[in-house]
Each structure stands twice: as structure tokens, then as C-alpha cells.
């Protein structure tokens, strides 16, 4: 597959190798993909797939061993960690499964602190508007100690909404949140990539979140293996799950099974 060279978050060939010697893990085997501008992917696959590797690689949180990532426009190769936080703080926003929240700042305080440390000005309506609707209205001042862990959730998801980046990445963002909230966050999630425009990689484990998205990526042992798309028939809940069922019944091979 080529890369056009427009899409804002590129990989091309990206190798990830852990360790060295007879020990050593291929995470990443060789993965080219294009996360075009304005879509909501979903990266499935089994555990240890190298999921979590693919989101750390295209976000310039890990570095690949081989390939190059392009990130809103920018190749990573080569590039120092201080030109690359500040790539991130003004394209990119993150939700992950560590919410990373400070615990000295309110939730208003935390939801426009990549604002404030990108020297932007908070959109005071808006952020007042992805407050409430992540059900946290009533709770702007409290501290994230104050809440349970789906809140803090909350809180990870209304910030990354918050900031209107080009990209987000999200790793199992609703694995600690109840159903309800779980569907009203990936509606979340869609509308903002829907209306704004945005750029979402979202990795998850659930067929119901990869749903709601409008490409589905399947890893298979460092390699992306085949891809389900929004088009006449949408990537449904059903359709994932018989994807990844298939896939990982292929992985055992006649010897291991
Ligand atoms: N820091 C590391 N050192 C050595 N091996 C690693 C490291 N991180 C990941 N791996 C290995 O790389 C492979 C891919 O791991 P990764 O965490 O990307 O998979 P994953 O699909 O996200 O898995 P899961 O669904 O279980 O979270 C696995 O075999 C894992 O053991």
C-alpha cells in the first residue's frame, strides 16, 4: 500500500523489535497505513497483537526500530523530543487507559490544561459544553480524587474533545466506564470526528466500540491483516466480532491447536 502523503497520521513500514538476540519480539512486522483526515479508526486484534505498539509508535510516544511516521505532516524520523511534544500539544490529544490527570487541578482545570501549556485560548462555551455532555456538569470543581475511575475517564475524554485537535488517540477509552456511559462517550467520539473533522485511532477490545467507527483495522502479529469499512454496510458490532473470531482461529496454526 502507498501513503498519498495527506493523511495525518501516516506509517510507513513501521518495524517495532523489542529486545535482541533469539528473544527478541516483533511488535510491529512491517505496518503501512494512511489514518486519513476526518476518520474514526478502530485497531482490533488479538492480545499481543501489537496494538498498543502501533498507537505508541503513531503517536511519537515510542519509536520505531524501521519506517518512518508521519504525523500532521511531519515525519518523526530524527526529530528531538522538544520539537515533538510540541507536534503533539498542537495536533494531538490522548486518551488512555492511565487517565494522566493531575491530582492538584480541578476537572475544569485539567480539561483545559493542554490549552493552557499549548499557550491557547480555552473556548470557555465549549469546554463548558464537553463538561456537561460527559455527564461531569455538576462536578467542574471537583479533584479527580473526588471521583471514581469512569469519571476520571470522563474527564481524559472531555479533555482531549476539549482542545479541537486534529488528532486524537485513544486507547480502550471506555474499558472503565459503565454501558450507558460508554455508548454516550464513543457517540462522543464520532460526532467530534463527524462534525470537526477530527482524526481518531482508537485501539479497543470491544466489538460494540469498534462500531461506532468508520474503518476497522485488524492486527494479526505486528501485521495489519485486513480492514472492515464504512461504506453500503457498516462496520457493525456483529461483522467485527465474526472478523476477530476468524482471525484469531487462523492464528493457531495445525500444530499449536
Ligand atoms: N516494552 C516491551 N518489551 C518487550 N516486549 C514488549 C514490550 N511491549 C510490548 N511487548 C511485546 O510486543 C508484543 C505486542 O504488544 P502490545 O502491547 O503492542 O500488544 P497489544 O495488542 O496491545 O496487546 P493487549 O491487547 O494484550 O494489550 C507482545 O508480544 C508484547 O509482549
Known sequence: ????????VQLTDVRKVYGTGPGAVDALAGVTYEFAAGTFTAVMGPSGSGKSTLLHCAAGLDTPTTGDVHLAGRSLRGLDETSLTELRREHVAFVFQSFNLMPALTV????????????????????????RAVG?????????????????????????????????????????LDTT???EVLTLLRDQS????????????????ASYADRVVFLVDGRIVSELRRGAVHP???????ELAQLSAGRLSPTES
Not at 115 to 122: D, R, S, V
Not at 149 to 159: K, L, M, S, T, Y
Open 1 to 8: 500500500m502507498n501513503n498519498t502523503g495527506n493523511a495525518p
Open 108 to 131: 475544569r482545570q485539567n480539561v483545559v490544561l493542554p490549552m493552557t501549556l499549548a499557550g491557547k485560548q480555552p473556548d470557555d462555551a465549549w469546554v463548558t459544553e464537553v463538561i
Open 136 to 176: 461531569l456538569g455538576e462536578r467542574v470543581k471537583h479533584r479527580p480524587s473526588e471521583l471514581s475511575g469512569g469519571q476520571q475517564q470522563r474527564v481524559a475524554i472531555a479533555r482531549a474533545l476539549a482542545g479541537r485537535t486534529a488528532i486524537t488517540f485513544a486507547d480502550e477509552p471506555t474499558g472503565a
Open 181 to 183: 456511559t460508554a455508548l
Open 194 to 209: 463527524r462534525r470537526l473533522g477530527q482524526t481518531i485511532v482508537m485501539v479497543t477490545h470491544d466489538p460494540v466500540a
Open 236 to 242: 457493525t458490532a456483529e461483522a467485527v466480532a465474526a
